[in-house]
């Protein structure tokens, strides 16, 4: 029986840190960049999958995986398409930068067998750009984006952020307008979460309000309805048949397989992550073992939580049938009486057997979903 699993790859190398990043990620030069790259290969040569194990989506993520040298991605999926059973029909994701793209790299990518492109502008305002500490300016994102059509690149997302440092109402809709008028296939549009340990967590920041925030988020959805977007998870849109498949399978808790530096997985109800120190992934990627850290066993009541918590993100929302399925109890013995307060305050809808937020629970989605985490 075919066992569909997804897989990551994690590129954490960038052209300089921006001011809210907190991901695993940073500057580096060639020798450490190509280092890493011959690492990741052979982590992946020497990662075993069951001969049933079919790889369903490929996402390269980081970090800017643009930033390296782009035979590094054909070399990757090469070698992805040698090791394991990878679908005719996969889809293959690509995040890129501004910047860092140029004819040739779009070229090879395409080649390689990237078909989604998801290009991380955040906003197409030069001075909101320089606030996040961004290496580019909105006309790199045009030529770059227009290069990527160019180069046959049929299903790209943008990511956007809103709620900057500066940013307004009228600033965040006509970059959002902006966006949407070059027609990608998706886009992505997430609000700012200032991190500890980044340097914004240190800097004083003119921050648009709650309220104002929440306009933002509530006029995004119908800016983009206008467009021929549909919202199918709380931060993310796309036009029809373009929803990313890696993503959904993420939040539907479908196994995926990290590789890389600090990634992540999660098979069965096993999950544990990659060592997060350079050097010991330089030094263990032949022996993937060595290198993975943080190793835990859910137990039904923990897959049972992230089974809510991370469908509940979706605007379709969670399927009884599905829980019913996955452990052998029904939806209501479990989570009744808390999915019955929510409907009672009109936080939550509960119809042809699925359960969702409404609109006034996603504005206080966090709070709505925390309501699911069991006690010990």
């Known amino acids: 029986m075919k066992q569909v699993t997804e897989l990551y790859l994690h590129i954490p190398f960038c052209v300089r840190k921006c001011e809210y990043c907190d991901f695993l990620s940073g500057p580096a030069d060639t020798p450490r960049q190509e280092a890493y790259a011959k690492a990741l290969l052979e982590e992946i040569e020497n990662t075993w999958l069951s001969d049933s194990t079919e790889i369903s989506s490929v996402f390269i993520g980081g970090g800017t995986p643009s930033a390296i040298q782009e035979e590094w991605i054909r070399r990757f999926l090469d070698k992805i398409r040698d090791r394991f059973w990878l679908a005719a029909d996969a889809e293959i994701t690509m995040e890129a930068n501004p910047g860092t793209l140029n004819r040739k790299k779009l070229s090879v990518y395409r080649e390689a067998g990237v078909n989604r492109l998801s290009m991380g502008l955040q906003s197409a305002d030069d001075s909101e750009l320089r606030r996040l500490g961004r290496i580019h300016t909105f006309r790199d994102f045009r030529e770059n984006f227009n290069e ?31 966006v949407a008028s070059f027609s990608p296939e998706h886009i992505s549009a997430y609000s700012l979460i200032v991190e500890p340990g980044t340097p914004f967590a240190g800097q004083e920041l003119d921050l648009p309000g709650e309220e104002e925030e929440r306009q933002m988020y509530w006029d995004t959805t119908e800016l983009l309805k206008i467009f021929g977007y549909a919202q199918y998870e709380i931060s993310n849109f796309a036009k029809e048949g373009y929803e990313c498949r890696h993503n959904v399978g993420y939040w539907m808790r479908t196994p ?68 019913f399925r996955l452990f052998g ?48």
């Open 329 to 376: 109890k029904s939806m209501d013995e479990i989570y009744g009486a808390v999915i019955d307060r929510f409907v009672k305050l009109g936080m939550m809808e509960h119809a042809d057997g699925r359960v969702r937020l409404s609109r006034a629970g996603i504005s206080v989605s966090n709070a709505v979903m925390s309501e699911f985490l069991l006690s010990s």
């Open 256 to 323: 995926y397989l990290g590789l890389g530096l600090g990634a992540a997985s999660l098979i069965g109800e096993k999950r544990f992550s990659n060592t997060e120190n350079m050097d010991e992934y330089l030094g263990g990627s032949k022996d993937p073992d060595s290198i993975r850290k943080n190793r835990e066993t859910l137990s039904v009541r923990e897959q049972m939580e992230e089974f809510m918590f991370l469908g509940l993100r979706m605007t379709e929302g969670v399927s009884e049938n599905r829980f």
């Open 148 to 178: 990527a059509r160019d180069a046959g690149f049929s299903n790209i997302n943008v990511d956007l952020m809103m709620a900057l440092p500066g940013q307004t109402q009228q600033s965040w809709m006509k970059s959002l307008e902006t």
